[in-house]
């Protein structure tokens, strides 16, 4: 009976699992290497999104669930809502528009003045918001002469575009169903101020 083991076999041996451990370092160097290039694009995309009003990061599937949990809980909140899983999501785009207005437009309410001759000069703070818009300003009576006087609008919005994955319904036995339904690709937008409304884009195979 031929031994299981003598040198030879001991050196092919050694030699497969040299060749095994070379190749499982190389592709988790390649691996680590794409990974740092990743990170540090993140990095600088980061660096320079106060110039630029612009970034763009790429995450992985845990990093998303982080993102979510400690930097948008709002949009995380939402997604549950939609009964959107995070697994599904394949992008999310937010969009932050602020608007300011600080163009002084004075209303006179002389047709008031007659009822308050007799008052001392008042000024009194106004402010109109809503959950988009904040108007302040004041009306002031003063040298017989009664105004409003705006001096700052506001205005702010967020949009959210998230893309995810989703499988159609289908009848089976009658019950509706999405196990097993033909995957389709959906958007969906998120606006604080406005409608959402969702589009479906289905790829051609």
């Known amino acids: 009976m031929p031994q299981i083991l003598n040198i030879n076999n001991i050196k092919t041996y050694l030699i497969i699992v040299g060749i095994i451990a070379a190749v499982w370092f190389y592709k988790d160097y390649q691996f680590q290497k794409s990974e740092n290039i990743r990170q540090s694009e993140n990095v600088s995309q980061l660096r320079k999104y106060d110039s630029l009003k612009y970034a763009t ?69 106004v402010i109109d918001s809503t959950a988009c818009m904040i108007i302040k300003g004041y009306v002031v009576f003063e040298n017989d002469t009664l105004s409003l006087n705006i001096t700052d609008r506001k205005f702010k919005n967020v949009t959210d575009v998230i893309s995810y994955w989703q499988r159609n319904q289908w009848k089976l036995l009658g019950i509706k169903t999405r196990l097993f339904g ?8 998120k606006d604080e101020c406005g409608n959402t409304k969702t589009f479906i884009v289905e790829k051609k195979k």
Do not use: S
Request: proline share 3%.
């Open 182 to 189: 033909k995957k389709t690709i959906t958007i969906i937008t």
């Open 57 to 125: 990061q790429t995450y992985t599937k845990k990093e998303i669930t982080e993102f979510l949990t400690y930097q948008r809980k709002d949009l995380q909140t939402f997604l549950k809502q939609q009964k959107i899983a995070t697994r599904k999501i394949q992008r999310i785009i937010t969009q932050e528009l602020k608007y300011r207005d600080t163009t002084k437009n004075t209303v006179n309410l002389q047709p008031v003045l007659e009822a308050i001759k007799n008052k001392q000069n008042i000024k009194v703070p």
